[in-house]
């Protein structure tokens, strides 16, 4: 893939930019098989998932700079001044389609981009999500609420330029520190979450819930954990940092299976609860496919009673000494670990030495940089 953006120094965020990407995908399955092989040599490595060059990143979180009347979607230069990359190659062709009639919104809306340096200006960020039906969510990151009326104004405009928008918020964020959102969400739109199908289950996504960015590879990697886990076939399955239940619904198949997901957003487990809702109507499904709140391995250390079979999908920080701890100690016969960093899954099976790599596989859910998803598949040896 080419990229003007790179080319001319303006962003160097896709550090393989310009490797060709049978080579990157290769390096990428090389690395996980050096980390992980030291952990189950005679594992079973499946063919690794490649992903489209370009257009795959389904999710833009766009930091928003320039001046009300010529606003910049993208990053912040080493000054802190905005560089536009409203081309950028590795976003969805939709997303792309929609930014002009957003940098028009946020000219007609007087919201002026926030200056970083001199910390005044109101909108931080736009972060736009793209489901496979081509519906958006669009979120405006501004300072305060005086902001929510104007957006609000401009929102008419706004839905007959985009006729694909489904839902449009306002996130309150007043500090001046390096986080991409806050606390406060104000849905202006009638729609409040966004419906994101994977394979053959609509997930529902709300504003603050994560999705993952690369939507066919996500498909992908659901598929491959519920592949293994009807394999097994556990009566039981925890599925820790569940998030809006993608592993835990495609886990969820057997009618007598009893499928509990973890995660310690509220606004992620709220849209898990809804996608259940939608493909498991029953009082029974409800009652055998639950979510809870709650931090992961506080949790974990806290169960009187264990599962069959437990899915964990950390953070980059991996599951932590904790939980690894926990999982050596009392952990089931199998586990599906699905990592987004390799080394720190290589980090947390060093902790977990009662268990053995059986089959592994690289998925490449971020082209273009170093970052791929591994997931496995451990079994107490």
Known sequence: MQCDYFDAGLCRSCTL????????????????????????????????VASDESGFRAKAKMVVGGTV??????????????????????????????????????????????????????????????????????????????????????????QDALPSLLVVTANIHPEHKAVLEGEVEHVLTEQAVLPFTVNDLELQVRPQSFVQTNTAI???????????????????????????????????????????????SPDAVASAELARDARYPSPGDRQRIRFIAADATAFALAATELPELVIVNPPRRGLGAELAGWLQQRGPRHVVYSSCNAESLARDLAAMPGYRLRRARVLDMFPQSTHFEVITLLERA
Do not use: N
Not at 125 to 141: C, D, K, N, Q, Y
Not at 225 to 245: F, I, K, Q, T
């Open 17 to 48: 930019m310009g490797q060709p990407y049978p080579e990157q995908l290769a390096e990428k399955e090389a690395l996980a098989r050096r980390l992980l092989t030291p952990f189950g040599a005679d594992a079973r490595w499946l063919a690794p």
């Open 69 to 158: 009347d010529s606003p910049t979607l993208g990053i912040l230069d080493g000054a802190g001044r905005g560089v536009d990359l409203r081309r950028c190659g590795i976003i969805a062709p939709g997303i792309l389609a929609a930014f002009p009639a957003l940098i028009a919104a946020i000219t007609r809306a007087g919201l002026e981009p926030y200056d970083v340096p001199a910390r005044r200006g109101e909108l931080k960020h736009l972060i736009v999500t793209e489901a496979p039906s081509g519906a958006l969510m669009v979120r405006f990151v501004v300072r305060s609420e005086s902001s929510v009326a104007r957006i609000r104004g401009v929102l008419p405009w706004l």
């Open 218 to 264: 996500a498909a992908a990697l659901y598929a491959q954990a519920r592949d293994w886990v009807d394999e097994l076939d556990p009566a039981s399955v925890w599925d820790l940092y569940c998030g809006v239940g993608g592993f835990a619904l495609h886990s969820a198949g057997s009618a007598t299976r009893a499928v509990l997901g973890v995660e310690a």
